[in-house]
């Protein structure tokens, strides 16, 4: 019988595993977005590798991590990134660069700095796209970590594979179930926090 007590122990490790990850991801993704605007040839790399990245099975990618980094909870995170970075980076520097040029001259014709067009108007009009692939890796990032107990990060996908082991429907489920749950709290989360943020934006 799986007890609450590991089944909690169990998602705390998933949702470190998750957010660490997504944190990362977040932290990575965005700067690299902004640079990207500034140089063609990083925007036109970034943009093929990310199409090209997510042709490639998330296995395969957990699979390629191990004989290279080993195995335990760094590698999981570096596993999970390989896949959930791309999608943040790819949004956000679609949001950011697809803003009306006329507004952009506009706005310098004013007296605006470079940081201040990319803080208040660039960024709140890439809200939507950048949101839509942050919510994606959150969910990508979530069903991956799934798959990372296989080398080694714990979590309910451990659970799982025990499950699967032991022919446990039981201990399967366990695991399953809330990897579910976290899925959907995941997107509604993101989805809330998005309205709040463009809430005061114009449409």
Partial sequence: MVTLD????????????????????????????????????LAFVIMRFANLA??????????????????????AVIAIMLRALLPIVKNTYIGLSSIDPQLIDYAKGIG????????????????PPMFAGIKF??????????????????????????GLISFSTERLLAGALPAIGLALFLDMSFTALEKRLTSGQPR
């Fill in 6 to 41: 590991v089944i909690a122990a169990a998602t705390v490790e998933h949702l470190v595993l998750v957010y660490t990850t997504l944190f990362l991801s977040i932290a990575i993704a965005i700067p690299l977005a902004f640079a990207s605007l500034y140089s063609e040839r």
């Fill in 54 to 75: 997510q042709a490639v099975p998330s296995f395969a990618v957990v699979a390629i991590v191990v004989p290279l980094i080993g195995i335990g909870f760094t590698p």
């Fill in 112 to 127: 605006l700095t470079d940081w201040q067009i990319n803080r208040h108007i660039r960024l709140p009009n890439a809200y």
């Fill in 137 to 162: 890796a959150a969910i990508l990032a979530n069903s991956i970590a799934v798959l990372t107990a296989i080398i080694g990060s714990g979590g309910l996908g451990e659970l799982v594979f025990e």
